[in-house]
């Protein structure tokens, strides 16, 4: 994996191979498999981070603006087997991630210790029947009532050349108004238009990292939070691998 600062302006995207549609369906599910075993097998000694005081007046308050900040960020520290780790909207604590399962992972966002929704990653259900697409994550709220997807997908919107991409659907599988590069780091509305980007930003010594997710900074882009987890956790995932490779 490669550690970049990625910026707002529109990126090629490269036709795929068979290679790399293979890759692509199960590269990040087997990575994400291995590593909730591990974290089962070494759970008690693992820890987590602790949630942070909320740093806007409510939970509503703090649920729009995760939806309308110009920059999410996730803290992470990539020693603890038990994935967890404090969100920031604009800076501001706004939510807090966990991860738990062996091979039924669940990734469970609360806020002042409630569930607000958690995400999955799903392989039977209806949306799995695409044509070309790979991991697909879905989104439930506290009782498992679906609130929508993000899927990796072979797809050409507007136009660009035939791809993996991120799209973003409700739970009735409608699109969203916006998709991502395969990779997450880039954020597209419809037109082609870069809204946002996401990365990692590793600290120079030690396994603690940032991940974010900024959109450009004009009042004007929404992009559902659910939505900004798929990316952030995308960008755990290479996190997680340079940090493996290079400690």
């Known amino acids: 994996w490669r550690q970049e600062n990625w910026h707002a302006t529109r990126t090629a995207v490269f036709p795929i191979g068979p290679d790399k549609r293979k890759r692509g369906e199960s590269m990040r599910k087997t ?13 008690l000694c693992g820890c987590s981070a602790a949630e942070e005081k909320l740093g806007y007046e409510n939970a509503d308050v703090a649920k729009e603006a995760l939806a309308s900040a110009s920059s999410v960020r996730m803290r992470c520290d990539l020693d603890n087997v038990d994935a967890s780790g404090n969100i920031y909207a604009d800076e501001k604590a706004a939510a807090y991630m966990k991860n738990s399962g062996l091979f039924d992972q669940t990734w469970t966002i609360s806020i002042s210790g409630e569930e607000w929704f958690h995400m999955k990653i799903v392989t039977d259900e209806e949306i799995n029947k695409m044509t070309k697409s ?10 498992n009532n679906l609130l929508g997807y993000a899927q ?20 009735d599988l409608n699109e969203k108004p916006y998709y991502a590069s395969e990779d997450g780091h880039t954020i597209y509305t419809e037109g082609g238009t870069v809204i946002g980007s996401a990365k990692k930003e590793m600290d120079w010594s030690g396994s603690q990292c940032n991940l974010y997710v900024n959109l450009e900074d004009n009042g004007t882009q929404v992009m559902d939070f659910q ?13 997680n691998e340079y940090y493996k490779d290079n400690k």
Not at 34 to 43: D, H, K, N, P, S
Not at 134 to 143: G, I, L, M, S
Not at 153 to 171: G, N, S
């Open 31 to 43: 990575t994400k498999l291995f590593l909730g075993f591990t974290a089962g097998l070494l759970l």
């Open 227 to 239: 939505d900004k987890y798929a990316l952030l956790d995308m960008m755990y995932d290479e996190a």
């Open 134 to 143: 790979a991991t697909t994550y879905a989104f439930y709220d506290p009782d």
């Open 152 to 171: 990796e997908r072979v797809t050409t919107p507007d136009q660009m050349p035939e791809a993996y991409y991120i799209i973003f659907l409700d739970a």
